[in-house]
């Protein structure tokens, strides 16, 4: 018995570490997760753009030319070539705000690839639990020929002395066949599985078949661990950004400038100046930036409580729906011992001709059914927990 334990915990084990390095390819290999590198890339190289002033502007003028002739000449001394360099200074504090933005936007994008990750992870999850289904199920529906096949071993000894009829190995042959297409169909959806599961990847790996053993429940630690938690926090910091942004859009910008202008037998001459913007219209035009940054905060930490609240709901949620199919096992477990008891009294009697071959098909097939469901039970489990996991 304790070699038995043992054996269990090392194969749940073996499991554990194929499904974790199957998790650990996907990330690193899953082509959809892979863009999320370049969008973060890109939002990084925004937030320098901002920092950095914005070209100069070079301007060539003529300057109060007759309309004689297009050029300045001596008989008007007023015209001129001139040639200038103009160059925009948004506010220092205003760069760093918008560039302040642009990184937590990247990352927003950081916490939308943890998300869609942990999705990810989920399907590859099921995907998995699905496979070892199929593949225990093949496994089993094989032993059930094997069954099958000492039934009607038995049956054609009984036959060869007139204790049998031919209908029952005639029903034992079709029977085979028709396990025998169940198999063939668990081997397509395997197979069909496997390509799924390939494509989550990121590229081909050989898959391991291990025992489907039951996950349990996991315990719920901190909400705002949550990929969908971290994900409202993200896009709240960002707006958070942006308010500060729009309260600093009236402060002043300032563009400084330069000019050169040539006279034809005049001295040239030189200008420098300086403008800046004036907020006079800030109650009719910034005062409401800062306002729809505002209301779009308040809504985005409302978002962030529902999310709170639909997370914790979700979890315990799929808890209660785990303990219920849990006790469902459990049923159908004691069932399947029944059933076995009752094969091997059936058994004994049909060798006595105490019984009919359809009795003890028909508890056969009961016996099938329940191992099967049993199997689809710890799938389901898994899967639940899997749900649980993707949440937390």
Do not use: C
């Not at 036959?159 to 297409?181: M, N, P, R, V």
């Amino acid at each position: 018995m304790k070699l038995l334990v043992l054996f269990l915990i090392f194969a749940g084990f073996l499991h554990a570490s194929q499904l974790e390095e199957l998790i650990k390819i996907t990330k690193e290999n899953n082509i959809f997760l892979k863009s999320f590198e370049n969008r973060v890339k890109s939002k990084l190289y925004k937030s320098e753009f901002f920092l950095s002033l914005p070209n100069p502007e070079i301007k060539f003028i003529l300057r109060n030319f007759d309309t004689d002739e297009f050029f300045p000449r001596k008989e008007n001394p007023m015209g001129s070539y001139t040639v200038g360099i103009a160059q925009k200074y948004p506010l220092f504090k205003k760069r760093i705000l918008s560039s302040e933005i642009l990184k937590a936007e990247a990352e927003r994008e950081r916490a939308l690839k943890n998300l869609y990750a942990e999705r990810i992870i989920l399907q590859l999850k099921e995907k998995y639990y699905e496979l070892l289904f199929e593949w225990e199920r093949e496994k089993y529906l094989r032993k059930v020929l094997g069954e099958i096949k000492k039934l009607k071993e038995i049956t054609e000894e009984k036959y060869s002395y007139g204790k049998a009829l031919l209908s029952d190995i005639l029903l034992l042959k079709a029977e085979s066949l028709k396990i025998e297409t169940r198999i063939k169909r668990a081997v397509a959806k395997r197979k069909r599985l496997e390509k799924d599961i390939h494509y989550l990847l990121g590229k081909e790996v050989k898959l391991n078949y291990e025992p489907l053993n039951l996950k349990r429940f996991p315990s719920v630690g901190n909400i705002e661990e949550s990929p969908y938690v971290a994900l409202k926090v993200a896009e709240a910091e960002v707006l958070k950004k942006k308010l500060k942004r729009a309260k600093v859009e009236h402060l002043p910008d300032f563009k400084f400038f330069a000019e050169y202008s040539t006279r034809p037998q005049l001295p040239d001459l030189f200008s420098v100046g300086l403008a800046l913007s004036i907020p006079l219209y800030y109650k009719k035009r910034e005062r409401f930036l800062v306002l729809e940054a505002s209301e779009m905060l308040r809504a985005k930490l409302t978002e962030l409580r529902d999310t709170k609240l639909r997370v914790r709901e979700s979890v315990e949620g799929l808890r209660e729906e785990y303990e219920l199919l849990e006790k469902a096992l459990h049923k159908v477990e004691e069932e399947i011992e029944v059933k076995k008891k009752e094969i091997e009294a059936l058994l004994l009697a049909y060798q006595y001709d105490r019984t009919d071959i359809r009795e003890v098909l028909r508890a056969y097939r009961i016996l099938w059914s329940l191992e099967i469901e049993r199997y689809s039970l710890i799938a389901q489990l898994n899967k639940i927990v899997a749900k649980a996991e993707e949440l937390l």
